[in-house]
């Protein structure tokens, strides 16, 4: 079954439902799998889908689309880096849980038309809002500064960006928008979620999932290094340690 079949399906399935109120939100995403090669030069994903009003036409519900991508979440430990007597050294540092690897945001108006902070923030409707989960206990201030540090160092690099034009919706029903993910994306599974949101509340989600997987040599030796990790670290070592004999070798030679 095709991608649109499914949608057709699951709209006419949604369709059927009685005694619901709210609407209902049909995903579907043009890739489920994103495979990484060597040369990999990143993907451009399309999400869509369709917003069912099980009360029928004629409501006049005004209907915003906040899509919300994220990577597979990891620990990071942001250093920040002072001049000191003419030298750059590492001055402070804060640790995160789990900052995602990935984090992009499209919307159909700019976030701060649809709803108020505190909505966005419980949602992560925003850059601004992504919850990185700091560990140990820092100054409530620092640990905003280092969370801004880390937002614009990832934003830099393409990992976290946010489009408050990027979603487009046709007649209140069917919706679209298409998320770049660049080459030095992460592999894992992703999650797309959908909100639909009105007069400043979010009425329905729905998630779709994504994974992004190594192919080829490249994901050969990634299955191999989680599978048998102690051989492979023992060979990693034995290799370096070749590596550097025939260096010395060959640079006494000379």
Do not use: H
């Not at 949604?14 to 995903?27: D, F, K, M, N, T």
């Not at 994103?34 to 451009?44: D, L, P, S, Y």
């Not at 979620?193 to 729905?206: K, M, N, P, Y």
């Not at 080829?216 to 370096?240: D, H, M, N, T």
């Amino acid at each position: 079954m095709t991608s649109w079949s499914r949608l057709a399906f699951l709209l006419v399935a949604a369709a059927c439902l009685s005694g619901q109120r709210e609407p209902i939100l049909v995903p579907e995403v043009s890739q489920s799998r994103i495979e990484v090669r060597q040369g990999f030069t990143g993907a451009n994903l399309l999400l869509y889908g369709a917003i069912v009003d099980p009360r029928g036409p004629g409501t006049n519900t005004e209907y915003d689309i906040v899509v919300v991508l994220k990577g597979p979440t990891e620990p990071i430990r942001l250093r920040e880096k002072e001049r000191i007597a003419g030298i750059w050294m590492n001055a402070g540092a804060s640790d995160f849980r789990s900052a995602p690897s990935f984090f992009a945001v499209a919307s159909s108006s700019p976030i701060e038309e649809i709803v108020d902070p505190r909505t966005a923030a419980i949602y992560e409707l925003g850059t601004e809002f992504i919850q990185l989960s700091p560990s140990g206990v820092i100054d409530p201030e620092v640990q905003a500064r280092f969370a801004r540090g880390l937002v614009d160092m990832r934003q830099r690099l393409g990992l976290y960006k946010q489009d408050s034009e990027g979603v487009r919706i046709k007649e209140q029903v069917l919706y679209q928008a298409r998320i770049g993910l660049p080459s030095n994306v992460t592999t894992g599974p992703y999650t797309a979620e959908t909100f639909a949101i009105a007069d400043g509340r979010v009425l329905a989600s729905a998630t779709a999932e994504i994974e992004v997987v190594k192919v080829g040599l490249e994901g050969q030796v990634v299955a191999a290094s989680e599978r048998w990790s102690f051989f492979y670290g023992a060979l990693a070592i034995l290799l370096s340690l070749s590596m550097g004999w025939l260096a010395g070798r060959f640079f006494a030679r000379l």
